[in-house]
């Protein structure tokens, strides 16, 4: 499968515990953009990278999280402390750019439980 | 003001049905269109992308106005497969990022 993949699929944690996720893009993407998706919303545009730099974080992304390219990659997407109102859908999406295109590709995301 | 408005529906419509799916942005600079589908608890997956001229693939028929600042998406001869939520999506280029409508649901019984 040459798609996006996200692990893990599903994560299930305690409030104040620190959470990591991870997305591979589609390999010869450049572009690798964070989304969070709460019930009956569409996805909310979190943060970007162009092969490794990250190049924009949106006013949702707290302290808390922090979000790594380091190879221009995968990535990964770090919650510290979390909170129940982190209880939302992640999703990674990647695009490949510089051919006039703008469409994103979406992995089937990780569904985040905060108790 | 949301900067992607979309009915939310839900649209019930009956297997053979013709429906529409109309949506606003706000963003006059708004650079490129898409419509996704969503199904249940998993990813959005592109649809179709939109081009002014209108563009057409299969049962499925994009337009976009950018004077109104209007996207719709028509389905034709509906399948109980194509069930599911709609998203209206636009990239802003100067944000560079694609900005999400809440999507509408669609629903086609038999």
């Known amino acids: 499968d040459t798609g996006v993949s996200q692990d893990p699929r599903h994560k299930i944690t305690k409030r104040g515990q620190n959470v990591t996720f991870r997305c591979d893009p589609i390999?010869?993407?450049?572009?690798l953009y964070w989304y969070r998706q709460t019930l009956g919303q569409g996805p909310e545009f979190l943060t970007y990278?162009?092969?490794?730099?990250?190049?924009?974080k949106s006013r949702l992304l707290s302290d808390r999280f922090s979000a790594e390219r380091p190879k221009g990659s995968f990535s990964t997407l770090e919650i510290q402390r979390t909170e129940q109102g982190d209880s939302a859908m992640y999703l990674c999406a990647s695009s490949l750019q510089g051919q006039g295109s703008y469409e994103q590709y979406f992995g089937p995301g990780t569904r985040l439980t905060v108790t | 003001r949301k900067e992607v408005e979309q009915d939310p529906g839900p649209f019930n419509v009956p297997e053979g049905a013709t429906v529409a799916f109309n949506c606003t942005y706000s963003?006059?600079?708004?650079?490129?269109f898409f419509w996704y589908r969503q199904d249940c608890r998993k990813e959005p997956k592109l649809l179709m992308s939109?081009?002014?001229s209108g563009n057409e693939d299969g049962r499925f028929t994009a337009q976009l106005n950018r004077a109104s600042q209007y996207i719709s998406l028509l389905i034709r001869d509906s399948k109980l497969s194509d069930s599911a939520t709609y998203l209206c999506v636009v990239f802003s280029g100067g944000y560079n990022k694609l900005i999400f409508g809440a999507g509408t649901r669609l629903a086609v019984h038999p």
């Open positions: 390999s010869e993407h450049n572009r």
């Open positions: 963003n006059s600079a708004s650079q490129s």
């Open positions: 939109v081009y002014s």
């Open positions: 990278f162009q092969n490794e730099a990250q190049l924009e």
